[in-house]
């Protein structure tokens, strides 16, 4: 029960990092400033949906896609973990843009959903830690922690106005920084494990 209990949370914590729902929140309150909080809601629900159904499928299908392409776990664990690297470098160096649509553009999809939550970076890595699983319960428990993962970044979203005045600009800065480090640890723990592997393969 411990070790089903610890997996579930490990798999919830990489996917909520790798959602990078501190960045998120910056680009999401940066894009909709002058909403109102029921189209904030709106666009909040609308944005996890499209998320959840679409690395739902990545992390399902992984396999399937790998098969196709003949394309071996650990040289995709080493191509992932150093698109995530690079990605992670960037939300440390950087700061989040401040572009602004217009009223009249639809950003729920693109580019709120992909590709500032769901990017290349944050595919590859799904589609690595969907076929590492092949166990069907474990399999199963990642679905859910995935959706939970889903529904944390959504809730945070939801609170964004609240959060903004708790924490400040420089406050999410600070934690975008470190969600960064974060996922540089999990991109270079991917790229070991790709190149551990295929050295032990030969």
């Not at 209990?5 to 960045?23: A, E, G, Y």
């Not at 959903?113 to 970076?121: D, E």
């Not at 995935?146 to 959060?163: D, H």
């Amino acid at each position: 029960m411990d070790s089903t209990f610890s997996f579930f949370i490990s798999v919830w914590l990489k996917f909520f990092f790798l959602f990078t729902p501190f960045f998120t929140l910056s680009m999401f309150l940066s894009m909709t400033k002058g909403y109102t909080e029921f189209q904030r809601r709106t666009l909040t629900l609308r944005v996890s949906g499209a998320v959840g159904i679409s690395c739902l499928l990545l992390f399902l299908f992984g396999n399937v896609i790998f098969s196709l392409f003949g394309i071996t776990l650990d040289s995709f664990r080493v191509g992932a973990g150093a698109l995530l690297f690079l990605s992670a470098v960037g939300m440390v160096q950087a700061n989040p843009a401040t572009s602004k649509p217009s009223p009249e553009e639809d950003i729920a999809v693109v580019p709120l959903a992909m590709p500032i939550i769901v990017g290349p970076a944050t595919i590859g890595t799904l589609l690595v830690l969907g076929a590492e699983i092949s166990d069907p319960f474990r399999k199963a428990l990642g679905c859910a922690a995935l959706l939970l993962a889903v529904v944390s970044v959504g809730i945070i979203l939801l609170l964004s106005s609240f959060i903004e005045r708790g924490v400040g600009k420089k406050g999410l800065n600070i934690l975008s920084k470190v969600s960064g480090l974060i996922l540089a640890a999990l991109a270079a723990q991917m790229i070991l494990l790709g190149v551990q592997h295929f050295l032990s393969a030969r």
